[in-house]
């Protein structure tokens, strides 16, 4: 299967803590993007790459947040000093062309801040 | 300030009779419409699209209209089945200055009874 994977799919973490989680995008996808779900919301974006440029964050995003996309494949969350507010459903997404064509969501990371 | 309303948290139907999801938005610059299905503890799945030149499309099942001068559109799946039970969001594309991201509505929890 060549979806968009996500690893891990749930992370329980200490408040405090650092965590990374990691995003495959389809291979030959060049946007890819960072969303949060938390229950009874949609997903709201965080962060747009297109290759290995990151285009925006969104202000939801704080200082303690970072993402990565090396090389313009894979993509990396990093999450420092996490607080129990972060805890949520983070989604990684991949497209290829523009706007009038469909995003494909990885399964997402569960995370659990105590 | 929600520029995508589904204001239906949920909606039950028999199994058989049609489904309509609701959905409006705030933003005229939309112009492109997409819905997805969610399972629990998945990713989102797209489902149909519509671009704003059309006020219908149909896939199967499932048919999603239009309403520009309303900013309004629909999602109907004829006839339901059991296996259509999930959350269903309508998103649209915002580009802003290079970047591009999807905005969602809260979702409607569709539960179709056998």
């Known amino acids: 299967d060549t979806g968009v994977s996500q690893n891990p799919r749930h992370k329980i973490t200490k408040r405090g803590q650092n965590v990374t989680f990691r995003c495959d995008p389809i291979?030959?996808?060049?946007?890819l993007y960072w969303y949060r779900q938390t229950l009874g919301q949609g997903p709201e974006f965080l962060t747009y790459?297109?290759?290995?440029?990151?285009?925006?964050k969104s202000r939801l995003l704080s200082d303690r947040f970072s993402a990565e996309r090396p090389k313009g494949s894979f993509s990396t969350l990093e999450i420092q000093r996490t607080e129990q507010g972060d805890s949520a459903m983070y989604l990684c997404?991949?497209?290829?062309?523009?706007?009038?064509?469909?995003?494909?969501f990885g399964q997402g990371t569960r995370l659990t801040v105590v | 300030d929600q520029q995508v309303k589904q204001n239906s948290p949920s909606l039950s139907v028999q199994e058989g009779r049609i489904s309509i999801l609701n959905c409006d938005y705030t933003n005229s610059m939309f112009d492109y419409f997409l819905w997805y299905k969610k399972y629990p503890a998945e990713g989102p799945t797209f489902l149909i699209s519509i671009s704003s030149i059309k006020d219908k499309n149909e896939d199967g099942r499932f048919t999603v209209f239009l309403n520009k001068s309303a900013k309004h559109l629909s999602l109907h799946i004829v006839p339901s089945q059991p296996g259509d039970s999930a959350v269903y969001f309508c998103?649209?594309?915002?580009?802003?200055?290079?970047?591009?991201?999807?905005?969602f509505g809260k979702g409607t929890k569709l539960t179709v009874n056998p």
């Open positions: 291979s030959e996808h060049n946007r």
């Open positions: 997404a991949s497209k290829l062309g523009g706007i009038d064509t469909e995003a494909f």
């Open positions: 790459f297109q290759n290995e440029a990151q285009l925006e």
């Open positions: 998103a649209a594309p915002l580009t802003q200055g290079g970047s591009e991201k999807l905005v």
